[in-house]
């Protein structure tokens, strides 16, 4: 004979354990469009950088509206710029393509990259 109380309050701890070593894999998404300005795009792109320090994946979407659609070679300029710009912190996982009216792609975190904060353009341009 057991006790079944304790056999449940046995298995509720395991469970607990078990949820403490596991880990979730968080997909933060990052919306662009064909027509971004300059500084929009830089805001987006630390934004980038601080979810790939956080370990979460991200998702970058270019949204094309209307006209858009004939020129997605446009939209694929900018996510390759931001792969470029966001390489010491991310890695492709999947490569640009084309779904319907949106283009997207997906960046993991680096394995070996920096973990530290990210700097700023400003805090670069204190330092010389």
Do not use: W
């Amino acid at each position: 004979m057991m006790d079944y109380g304790k056999f449940k309050y046995d298995q509720s701890v395991k469970a607990r354990e078990a949820r403490k070593n596991q880990t979730r894999n968080v997909i933060k998404e990052v919306q662009f469009r064909p027509k971004i300005g300059t500084s929009d795009f830089d805001v987006k792109r630390k934004r980038v950088v601080k979810f790939l320090n956080q370990g979460d994946k991200v998702k970058c979407t270019m949204r094309f509206r209307g006209r858009e659609m004939a020129h997605p070679e446009l939209g694929r300029d900018i996510l390759k710029r931001l792969y470029e710009e966001v390489s010491d912190y991310g890695e492709i996982e999947t490569m640009p393509k084309l779904e319907g009216r949106n283009m997207t792609m997906v960046l993991v975190p680096a394995r070996n990259g920096p973990i530290d904060d990210f700097e700023t353009e400003d805090d670069i341009t204190d330092e010389e």
